[in-house]
């Protein structure tokens, strides 16, 4: 179910606060705590993408996320925390891993499923027995949760199904005047959303993949498994259930490896060009120089460093949105460390893989 904006009031201007990171403003932090305890909404920065804050225990709060970002209602949220002893105010039967994880990976981008207490809203968790808890490894949201004395519900700050905002101009070209105030922190260190995994059951299951890794994880706690979402079970992490990160244009992807790949990219040009199709390629830096028919080239990254790929990825999907591209053919790429959260996304994003 996606709610309506019947009782949805937007401001009549945009509130944007520009904070450093390394000199935190605490005025600025003061007035978007404000707004979380009135129960206003905040996007805010994290290290993977920006988020759409709300206190977590307040129903109607939550409930405007849905609203402005046109989400369904059995998607669920992930509550943000600045302090491990704010587990208690969430969970129940906290089991003996989460503290190993915690000492590890926290604050990071590791977001855990715990079974939830009763006092966590359900429209938080679509509806299910578990929450979805991280501690984001940024000063600002940290500062911001601390401040706002509550834990904050967020998922990423854009609408439903398009790319995650990595930049507070992303979420502001979705959103405007919807929401009561931003923090700009400028872009994102990441750029792809947290790892989730699922503690509740044995082994632990990865349910979206992030920049913690299985290897790393497994280091850790022995056996992990990776699945992804089956039809008849409850939807305990967001990103499984729901198409997501799509452009505006038809987005396929291409495989192999590089001269196949270039071959099929030239192939799939040509094919479209006939047509009269107006034509977007997202290139590494080793391989763009093939592809000079195109009508836009946006070079992501080296195939030798996955991070700034990574890092890279929703900001292009947007810029081929504002070129108004008909076609976008993607290179694929190693499945190697954050390429695998890298090719997870692409793959949501995506209409074909050839």
């Known amino acids: 179910m996606i709610l309506k904006k019947n009782n949805l009031k937007a401001s009549n201007r945009v509130k944007i606060l520009k904070i450093d990171p390394t000199h935190i403003n605490r005025g600025f932090i003061r007035q978007a705590g404000c707004v979380l ?11 993977t993408v920006y988020g759409l804050g709300a206190d977590a225990f ?9 609203l402005v970002k046109q989400r369904p209602t059995d998607n669920p949220l992930i509550a943000h925390i600045a302090r491990l002893n704010d587990l208690k105010k969430l969970t129940r039967n906290i089991p003996p891993q989460v503290f190993l994880l915690a000492k590890r990976f926290w604050p990071g981008p590791l977001t855990l499923i715990l079974s939830k207490k009763p006092t966590v809203p359900k429209i938080v968790t679509g509806q299910t027995d578990t929450v979805a ?32 905002a990595t930049d507070i101009t992303h979420a502001l070209s979705d959103f405007g005047c919807a929401v009561d105030l931003y923090l700009d922190a400028g872009p994102t260190k990441i750029g792809l959303e947290s790892t989730v995994l699922d503690l509740t059951v044995n082994p632990p299951e990865i349910l979206r993949p992030g920049a913690i890794t299985k290897k790393a994880l497994q280091k850790l706690l022995g056996r992990v498994v990776e699945r992804g979402y089956r039809p008849e079970s409850a939807v305990r992490s967001p990103g499984m259930k729901y198409r997501h990160y799509a452009p505006n244009a038809q987005l396929i992807l291409v495989a192999g490896n590089k001269q196949i790949m270039i071959k099929k990219i030239l192939l799939f040009m040509a094919r479209y060009k006939k047509d009269g199709k107006k034509i977007g390629v997202i290139a590494s830096r080793e391989t763009a120089k093939y592809y000079h028919g195109a009508d836009h080239i946006i070079v992501i990254g080296s195939r030798q460093n996955l991070k700034e790929v990574a890092s890279n990825l929703f900001r292009v999907l947007r810029q081929f949105n504002a070129q108004g591209v008909d076609i976008i053919i993607a290179e694929t790429f190693p499945e ?12 949501k994003a995506a209409s074909k893989l050839k």
């Open 133 to 164: 808890i991280r501690m984001p490894d940024h000063p600002v949201a940290l500062a911001l949760i601390k401040k706002a004395g509550c834990p904050i519900a967020a998922p990423s700050a854009n609408l439903s199904g398009r790319p995650s």
């Open 37 to 47: 305890r009135r129960g206003g909404l905040v996007v805010f920065p994290t290290e």
């Open 336 to 347: 190697d460390g954050i390429g695998k959260a890298l090719m997870n996304r692409l793959r």
């Open 58 to 66: 307040n129903k109607q709060a939550v409930a405007k996320i849905f």
